[in-house]
């Protein structure tokens, strides 16, 4: 398997624009997660899906940000309008509930840089 | 719900001298524990886990973590690091038989390793 896809790897915007990120979780993965990292906060969880549905996002940020899953390959992170306070390396994660446990794989992050 | 407490922040040591990453957890229920590592412009890799049986558990790269009920500790030791282990720490936490399919990390651990 190829593992957890993000793209871009690194995206440079102006403040006020739309940012979108993308992920492909690993096949077969029911659960997929989002967090942002930065040196300030570390590690924080955004939102999960599971089976395409939301179950938690008391971690978004506020009403700028918006996470969708429309199916169970591929989820969308969004920020409108982006600030500089945005800027972070933001992860996909996924993991499969049925092994009981919750380990999770990582995606490589998206640097995003508001200028 | 559960808590993960990284005593320490930053780790700095010496080529070939030990090392131990300090972690306790917090939980009302039966745990699963994991460490992962993050390596410099990269997403978070698991390293080891425990999740029943022996106490003691392995990576493959040397280190060992120990599971301490009693202490609620799961802390990592190396006894002879590398500056190839220079990277940041995070240790985990799942509910045993949670149905929330989420991982509570705690804040990292950045272990620098000197020649």
């Known amino acids: 398997d190829a593992g957890v896809i993000q793209s871009p790897r690194h995206e440079v915007t102006e403040m006020g624009q739309e940012v979108t990120l993308r992920c492909k979780p690993i096949?077969?993965?029911?659960?997929l997660f989002w967090y942002r990292q930065t040196m300030m906060r570390g590690l924080e969880l955004l939102i999960y899906?599971?089976?395409?549905?939301?179950?938690?996002d008391s971690g978004m940020p506020e009403d700028r940000f918006s996470a969708k899953m429309p199916n169970a390959s591929f989820s969308t992170l969004k920020i409108q309008p982006s600030e500089p306070r945005d800027s972070a390396v933001y992860f996909c994660?996924?993991?499969?509930?049925?092994?009981?446990?919750?380990?999770?794989?990582f995606g490589p992050g998206t640097r995003l840089t508001v200028l | 719900a559960q808590s993960v407490t990284q005593l320490d922040s930053q780790v700095p040591v010496f080529e070939e001298a030990p090392v131990e990453l300090r972690c306790n957890y917090s939980?009302?229920?039966?745990?699963?524990l994991f460490w992962y590592v993050q390596y410099p412009n990269q997403g978070l890799q698991l390293l080891l886990k425990?999740?029943?049986?022996?106490?003691l558990v392995e990576s493959i790269n040397g280190f060992e973590a120990e599971f301490n009920k009693s202490q609620t500790s799961f802390h990592l030791r190396k006894p002879s690091v590398h500056i190839s282990d220079t990277a940041e720490y995070f240790c985990?936490?799942?509910?045993?038989?949670?149905?929330?399919?989420?991982?509570?990390f705690g804040r990292g651990t950045q272990l620098t390793v000197w020649p």
């Open positions: 994660a996924s993991s499969l509930r049925g092994e009981g446990y919750n380990e999770q794989f």
């Open positions: 096949s077969g993965h029911d659960y």
């Open positions: 899906f599971n089976n395409n549905v939301p179950i938690d």
């Open positions: 939980s009302s229920v039966s745990v699963y």
């Open positions: 425990y999740l029943s049986g022996s106490t």
């Open positions: 985990a936490v799942s509910g045993r038989g949670s149905t929330l399919g989420r991982l509570y």
